[in-house]
């Protein structure tokens, strides 16, 4: 199992940016795939993006492509969401997800270890 902490959330005006951080203990030596999903108020949990064990290979949600960017730091057992461009509809609680594999996937029920959630709140 793997225990994943959120950070950097807060409430930033349109167009701005911030930085998510996940900070994973536990069972990281399996190498896990990495993806943030996001939920906003009254609407299912969605995909965001995800990145591999190595962080050679990412995908994203066409509603963040060329505004997002994840990436990740093994030495510091961290992921981080770089979120530059934001929109009122990237309000969301925005959830980091571990996998046991090297290789992501972009279904909610691949991942078997979520953080407790940070809030992203963007106004216009």
């Known amino acids: 199992q793997v225990q994943l902490v959120e950070s950097g959330g807060g409430l930033v005006q349109a167009g701005g940016s911030l930085r998510l951080s996940c900070l994973a203990s536990?069972?990281?030596?399996?190498?896990?795939?990495m993806g943030w999903f996001r939920q906003a108020p009254g609407k299912g949990r969605e995909f965001v993006a995800a990145?591999?064990?190595?962080?050679?290979?990412?995908y994203y949600a066409d509603s963040v492509k060329g505004r997002f960017t994840i990436s990740r730091d093994n030495a510091k057992n961290t992921v981080y969401l770089q979120m530059n461009s934001l929109k009122p509809e990237d309000t969301a609680v925005y959830y980091c997800?571990?996998?046991?594999?090297?290789?992501?996937?972009?279904?909610?029920?691949?991942?078997?270890?979520w953080g407790q959630g940070t809030q992203v709140t963007v106004s216009s």
């Open positions: 997800a571990a996998r046991m594999g090297s290789t992501y996937y972009t279904e909610i029920s691949q991942y078997g270890d």
């Open positions: 536990g069972r990281t030596f399996s190498r896990p795939a």
């Open positions: 990145i591999n064990w190595s962080g050679s290979s990412t």
